[in-house]
């Protein structure tokens, strides 16, 4: 309980200390009077990720985005998966045909043990299915496996346009390159087919519904260059971008999280993508502590905050979160939000988009976007 009162008292705090700000970037006027709910990889908590169904779902939950990981094939076409390392998420271990592709490889300094989809061409991918990549935890989802094929970037794409034409509302995409310097090394570079598909979809304006994101600054920086869509730096809270890494840059995550380092940010993006533990610490039991002031420094440099992850399941909870010992039941998601909304943050990333959906109705018209920390 003592717990429990903790974390309302926070965010109580936080929402008494609120002041008007303007509207951030990222939030334009044709969207959500509110934080944006971006569904994860779809609506991942209920359907094998980053699939059609997945993403058909989040919309039909009520989500404003959906977040297509993106990696490439052989052909160099862009597919969503959340690693170009499949096993886990298809059933390309079964396959006998594709047994030779089994391969060992360095992806971004880390030996990995696998197939990759740069090793199949996309008629070769066609062939597979996904599965559920944490069927202990989401045992419903698993229903599914064998079922679904890999979808394109422009059939996700092509997904959102049809949901918006036909809900009368705008649901925006919100990709993310993945080892962006991987895939350049190996003659793949997943900027140049990105670009393509945005120019051919006439997505490419700062007020049109698409926004990409990156774990590495180069690319970003490079697309700032090329193409005007709205753009967020990706902000972990361990470790560095791998291109800081190759370029010898010694900064850090952390580094990036700091006053400073989001007013660097702010050359190139509209806005970051948090790790919640970056905005709420938590203690080595899992507690949540004092907030830091994260949210604040990257309003005051006009970038928008978007928090990930948000799941339901207590595992990923904080303790003063979860209801109950199995860590694979829910625990309170909704206070989980609430304490993020107290503290401006401008959108969610969930695998269960309904439950931010439901949390932001909840919230007073014309929240501010943005509080006091101290």
């Not at 010694?250 to 380092?261: C, E, F, H, I, V």
């Not at 988009?353 to 949390?359: G, R």
Request: hydrophobic share 40%.
């Amino acid at each position: 309980m003592r717990r429990t009162l903790l974390v309302f008292g926070l965010a109580a705090a936080a929402l008494a200390a609120a002041v008007i700000a303007p509207t951030a970037a990222i939030s334009k006027s044709r969207e959500p009077d509110g934080p944006l709910v971006i569904g994860h990889r779809g609506a991942s908590g209920y359907r094998p990720e980053h699939t059609l169904e997945a993403y058909r779902l989040a919309i039909r939950l009520g989500a404003d985005y959906i977040e297509p990981d993106l990696v490439s094939t052989k052909d160099g076409v862009l597919v969503a998966r959340h690693e170009n390392e499949i096993s886990g998420t298809t059933d390309v271990a079964g396959k006998i045909e594709f047994a030779d592709r089994r391969a060992t490889k360095t992806i971004d300094g880390i030996a990995v043990t696998g197939w990759f989809t740069e090793d199949f061409t996309l008629a070769e991918l066609r062939t597979l299915r996904a599965k559920e990549r944490l069927p202990s935890v989401r045992v419903a989802n698993t229903s599914f496996d064998g079922r679904l094929p890999i979808p394109t970037l422009q059939e996700v794409i092509d997904l959102a346009r049809a949901e918006s034409r036909r809900l009368g509302r705008t649901i925006g995409v919100y990709p993310e390159t993945k080892h962006p310097t991987y895939f350049q090394s190996i003659g793949l570079a997943l900027e140049p087919p990105l670009v393509r598909v945005l120019k051919q979809n006439r997505l490419t304006g700062k007020h049109d519904p698409v926004i990409v994101q990156s774990f590495e600054t180069a690319n970003l920086r490079a697309l700032s260059r090329q193409v005007d869509v709205r753009l967020a730096q990706l902000l972990d809270a361990a470790g560095r971008p791998y291109d800081f890494v190759v370029a010898g840059d010694p900064r850090t995550y952390a580094d990036l999280a700091t006053a400073s380092g989001l007013r660097w940010i702010a050359r190139y993006a509209d806005g970051v993508g948090v790790n919640k533990n970056l905005i709420v610490p938590r203690d080595t039991a899992g507690n949540v502590l004092a907030p830091s002031t994260v949210v604040r420094d990257a309003h005051r440099a006009g970038l928008d905050v978007h928090a990930w992850t948000f799941r339901a399941e207590n595992q990923f909870l904080a303790v003063d979160h979860r209801i109950g010992n199995d860590p694979n039941a829910r625990g309170d998601i909704t206070a989980e939000y609430e304490l993020f909304f107290a503290l401006g943050v401008d959108g969610v990333f969930s695998d269960h988009p309904d439950t931010a959906v439901a949390a932001r109705a909840a919230l007073p018209v014309g929240r501010s976007r943005e509080v006091r920390v101290a």
